[in-house]
């Protein structure tokens, strides 16, 4: 029995999944905010959680934010929200991106920058150089499947099925 992926549904399929993976680099560079696009929170932490990816968090004016740690490689702005009960913390924050999470009520914007006494911890560029390099993963993904499909789809055109390696034969040899 023959595979599917080794069919000609496969290479469709491969061919897809990269150009698709490609399309969601763009899009995720796309949405992330410009710097005049941020707001600004600022107070102490009165509650935290920290699920694999993300710390999510309240500060005392009842902002809800989350930190993801794609955008936080070194984890020293997650560090500093942990201590953030003991003093109080500026965070920098998209207002359109909001998500909801399951054991908390509320809506919880998504985090880019920490500042403690006025020093940020990263700079936006650094956090958006942690995002890239993250993001780029999907696009090499879907470079490797858009190039592995549209290389199997190339073996299963017309032309490389002919005799001889699928070189026409030429006019001298009729």
Known sequence: ????????????????????????????????PRPEQLETARGR?????????????????QQQLVLYAKGDADGRQRQTIRDAALYPVSVTYFRQQKTGIGFAPGEFHTAYGV???GKEVASLAQVRSDYRRDNLVALAMGIAAAAAGAWRLRSFSPGSRRAGGGRPASRRSR
């Not at 932490?45 to 004016?61: H, I, K, P």
Request: glycine residues 12%; hydrophobic residues 50%; neutral net charge.
């Open 115 to 117: 500042a403690v006494g």
């Open 45 to 61: 932490v009165v509650w935290q959680q920290e699920t694999r990816g993300a710390l999510y968090f309240t500060l005392s004016d």
């Open 1 to 32: 029995m023959k595979q599917w992926w080794a069919s000609e549904r496969g290479a469709y399929f491969f061919l897809w999944l990269g150009i698709g993976l490609i399309a969601l680099y763009g899009v995720l560079e796309y949405r992330f």
